[in-house]
């Protein structure tokens, strides 16, 4: 008798029939069964948000998403982001800003925002704090990923940060940062 059960989902636009085994959680089978590392794995009990994608269009944790549990619905990961092979504009802020730094934490902040950015397209800091409190960096990094986030709600497009002048933006946004500055130990307690 076998514990594996047919499983059919969206995955990043594409339609999936796979079997998996019934104990596996979406983020098992993101990674081990369609191969989609990009999301990570790390605490495994809803703690840190590496992990994070979009279930029907709702971020969640997906070490704690069974993977039967998503049968017959839509699944975003941070490979699903990028649109035609261009990056998404969160995710070139990401790197205008040198939000990433060992980058582990990385996939599931961009989903994130990503997620925070279609309910909020123009989001003060507070929400992007909100937003973000569930992803933690252990690389403490959070002034460069909210800047990231504010940078890329503040661009018309991708192009448009390829094309600004990113010192002055970078500058202007750390001045708005200030005046409703939280410290990050009130965003991630250690
Ligand atoms: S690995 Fe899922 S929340 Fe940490
Ligand atoms: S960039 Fe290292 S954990 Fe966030």
Request: with cysteine; aromatic share 2%.
């Amino acid at each position: 008798m076998t514990n594996r059960r047919p499983l059919e989902l969206t995955v990043n636009g594409r339609s999936r029939s796979i079997e998996v085994l019934a104990h596996h959680t979406l983020l098992d089978v993101l990674r081990e069964d369609l191969g989609l590392t990009g999301t990570k794995e790390c605490c495994l009990v809803g703690e840190c948000g590496a992990c994070t994608v979009l279930l029907d269009g709702h971020s969640v944790d997906s070490c704690l998403v069974l993977g039967v549990e998503a049968d017959g619905a839509s699944v975003t990961t941070v490979e699903g982001l990028a649109v035609d092979g261009r990056l998404s504009p969160v995710q070139r802020s990401f790197l205008e800003t040198g939000a990433a730094q060992c980058g582990f934490c990385i996939p599931g902040q961009l989903v994130s925002a990503h997620a925070l950015l279609t309910d909020a397209p123009h989001p003060t800091r507070a929400q992007v704090e909100e937003g973000l409190a569930g992803n933690l960096c252990r690389c403490a990094g959070y002034e460069q990923i909210i800047e990231a986030v504010l940078m890329a709600a503040d661009a018309a497009d991708a192009d448009a940060i390829a094309d600004d002048d990113l010192a002055a933006r970078s500058a202007r946004l750390r001045a708005l940062g200030d005046r409703a500055a939280t410290p990050d130990a009130e965003l991630a307690p250690q």
